[in-house]
């Protein structure tokens, strides 16, 4: 669908506040991606949020007015009252989800690993959330588990995949259920001389076991479709896919794939004020 009268072309943008990143994306009118961007959510949320927007625009030579509608979304978003909406990130995620997975022959099953939770979440053919499981009790199974075990193992984060393909012997297990016991327990590993990577395969091994539990809760359908920051690491989603015996598709840009979706709803939401259909999405 097109929109008529757009003299000046209009956009619109989802800002998905994490505990840990703040990510923007902006759609035009047809609904195609135009940009997006990244950055730490560090204390101030909203005052970095608001940052992340403005550089999005910037980059993108878009000014604020072109913005016609933005929903929030994440686990920040009430914060941000300048949106027009907000909605869940596990709504937002299925929307941006359904929308890739277009181009993988459909998409049923995802799973998200965040900066500190994880989710399986189920979707219907339209990109409504049929289902979803959560843990966002335990930081083990998470983002925040790889920035702790990469700091221990004084490895930038964007090294772990490559070290998960680099060891000798087979992954080590780590056994610790809690981040910090784990923490000692790579620390006992590196000092009694074993190689970093058996260490970090191991490390994703453990989390691709908690992974693999939360997606069968919620049922797998299909490829597996993984997407949030830790989805940039290929060590992880080879473990994943190994536990699961199943194909992953991973989008080019995983960590902003909710955001994504945020902004095709702020689209359907507005052309549904225009009365030009689409909005009718429950929030999960
Ligand atoms: P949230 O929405 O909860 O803030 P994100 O989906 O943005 O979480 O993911 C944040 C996590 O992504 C970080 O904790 C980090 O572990 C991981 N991450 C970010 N960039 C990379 C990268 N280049 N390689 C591997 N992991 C990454």
């Known amino acids: ?22 990510k923007v994306a902006l759609v035009n009118e047809e609904g195609a991606l135009v ?7 560090g204390s101030l949320f ?21 913005v016609r509608y933005l929903i929030a979304t994440g686990y920040g978003r009430k914060l ?26 459909g998409i049923r099953t995802i799973i998200n690993i965040g900066g500190q939770d994880s989710k399986a979440i ?14 966002d009790k335990c930081a083990a199974g998470t983002g925040r588990f790889l920035d702790v075990a990469a700091r221990n193992l004084e490895i930038d984060l964007e090294e772990l995949g490559d070290y998960h393909f680099m060891g000798t012997g087979a992954p080590l297990s780590i056994n610790s259920t ?29 989390i691709a076991k908690r992974t693999a539990r939360l997606a069968r809760r919620v049922g797998i359908d299909g490829k597996i479709y993984m997407d949030g920051g830790p989805a940039l690491n290929k060590g992880l989603v080879a473990a ?12 080019d840009a995983p960590q902003t794939t909710t955001a994504f979706g945020a902004a ?3 689209r359907s939401e507005w052309l549904a004020d225009q009365g030009q259909g689409g909005g009718d999405r429950v929030d999960a």
């Open 1 to 22: 669908m097109t929109m008529k009268n757009a003299s000046t072309p209009l956009f619109f943008a989802g800002i998905d506040i994490g505990s840990t990143a703040i």
């Open 35 to 41: 940009g997006e961007h990244t950055t730490d959510s």
């Open 46 to 66: 909203h005052k970095n949020a608001q940052a992340a927007l403005q550089t999005l625009l910037d980059n993108n030579g878009v000014e604020r007015a072109q």
């Open 80 to 105: 941000f009252k300048e949106a027009d909406d907000s909605i869940s990130e596990i709504t937002a995620n299925g929307i941006g989800a359904h929308e890739v997975g277009k181009r993988h022959g």
């Open 122 to 135: 189920e979707i219907d053919d339209t990109g409504n959330v049929v289902n979803f499981a959560m843990n």
């Open 178 to 206: 809690c981040t910090v016991f784990a923490e000692s327990e790579i620390i006992g590993l590196l000092a009694s001389g074993h190689g970093k990577g058996e260490i970090v395969a191991g490390i994703h091994y453990s």
């Open 240 to 251: 994943i896919a190994d536990e699961l015996e199943r194909e992953i598709v991973v989008p």
């Open 264 to 266: 095709l709803l702020a």
